[in-house]
């Protein structure tokens, strides 16, 4: 008498349960942000400042001593900045109020227009629906900046809590970061998938910090320009414009368009006319145009650059997740992201749709084969 032989049939996940894991994932992550953002953050700052640590290890420095210099320079950076803003930011709060009315009473010239056109709508909404003519006046209320204030009260404990434990978590990581590298290099199996696993985050080591390195430097010098420029014209805070344009520049698109919003409508506040205002406007942005079309492709090497449309995807997506701590991690995130699809086979596709860089020529009739980083296998040929 035969054994019956017992066959295993393996299931592929249905599209539906695929969708279903996809929801529960991005509200998990939506949920779960106070936790995954300073964690998301500090190993960011992990991979970059490894580096840092391990050359102080080579004058001797123990590798305590070196994490703490890091998270203390950090944290010492983060509170010269805070004192630096202090005070124009208050002032800038404070002046909401007057700068909202300010607004308000320029664009008087144009409230008549606009009511008339409103009125227009109005009429032709009533006369679709059937109903009755709606009121066309509209009550405007003008807020005494009393909530802005409450929403910053409220707001800036927990950021402050989480930029702690981003720093707090980001030294016991670099206090151990070679334990930890050797815990992830033992954790597979094969002799070359360990030395895969360890250039692979060396890989993401260089790539991050010459990312991040070449970004800082970027948004540094435009900084420096915008500030020069406002104070060039005449603006108020110029400190603050080009604070404002380095931590803005780290979000891509966005934080260009917001800069050049603000500089707008703070020169049509504090200046007369509405032509000088524009010309401010158009400063800054061609400053961030000149960055972006020149001077970052110049400093960003071609292998870190990356498909504009994911950056911008990225960018939106994570900021419907995490704000503006979404925003700012989301490039380093598809940097991440690049170089591991570089050591894995199987995300050669996903790596090469990412990269920004010139595509090569499709030769549909013979097609290279893939190398076992991602890369054309020449050899072949």
């Not at 380095?246 to 707008?264: D, H, K, R």
């Not at 503006?324 to 690049?338: R, Y």
């Not at 595509?359 to 013979?366: G, H």
Request: hydrophobic share 55%; glycine share 8%; net charge neutral.
């Amino acid at each position: 008498m035969q054994p019956q032989q017992i066959s295993i049939v393996r299931h592929q996940p249905s599209w539906a349960m695929v969708g279903v894991f996809i929801i529960l994932l991005f509200a998990a992550i939506t949920l779960a942000r106070g936790l995954l953002m300073p964690l998301t953050l500090s190993i960011l700052l992990f991979f970059v400042f490894t580096p840092v640590c391990r050359a102080m290890a080579r004058v001797g420095i123990p590798q305590a001593v070196a994490a703490m210099l890091v998270t203390l320079g950090l944290l010492v950076g983060v509170v010269v900045a805070m004192v630096v803003l202090a005070v124009p930011l208050s002032t800038a709060v404070d002046n909401a109020p007057t700068i909202l009315a300010a607004l308000q009473s320029k664009f008087a010239a144009l409230q008549g227009p606009l009511t008339d056109v409103q009125d227009a709508f109005s009429r032709l909404s009533s006369l679709s629906i059937g109903g009755p003519k709606p009121d066309a006046t509209v009550a405007t209320t003008q807020g005494d900046g009393s909530g802005m204030l409450t929403s910053i009260a409220i707001t800036t404990p927990a950021v402050f809590g989480q930029l702690i434990f981003a720093i707090v978590l980001l030294f016991f990581a670099l206090a151990s970061r070679e334990l930890l590298y050797r815990r992830i290099v033992q954790s597979f199996a094969a002799t070359e998938q360990r030395k895969e696993a360890l250039s692979a985050m060396h890989a993401i080591e260089t790539s991050l910090g010459h990312y991040l390195g070449a970004i800082t430097l970027i948004n540094a010098g435009l900084g420096v320009a915008v500030g020069g420029a406002m104070w060039a014209w005449g603006m108020p805070a110029p400190i603050l414009f080009g604070v404002g344009a380095f931590v803005l520049n780290y979000i891509p698109y966005v934080g260009a368009v917001v800069g050049v919003l603000v500089a707008t409508l703070v020169a049509l506040v504090s200046m007369d006319g509405f032509v000088v205002p524009i010309l401010v406007g158009a400063t800054y942005l061609a400053l961030t145009s000149a960055e972006g079309q020149v001077v970052t492709p110049y400093l960003v090497s071609q292998r870190l650059q990356l498909n504009t449309v994911i950056v911008f995807i990225a960018v939106a997506l994570f900021a419907w997740l995490w704000s503006i701590v979404g925003m700012i991690v989301a490039v380093p995130l598809l940097v991440v992201l690049n170089v591991i699809c570089q050591f894995v086979p199987s995300l050669a596709g996903l790596g090469s749709f990412l990269s920004g860089g010139e595509p090569d020529e499709i030769d549909a009739a013979a097609p290279r084969p893939i190398g076992a980083r991602g890369e054309p296998d020449d050899r072949a040929t």
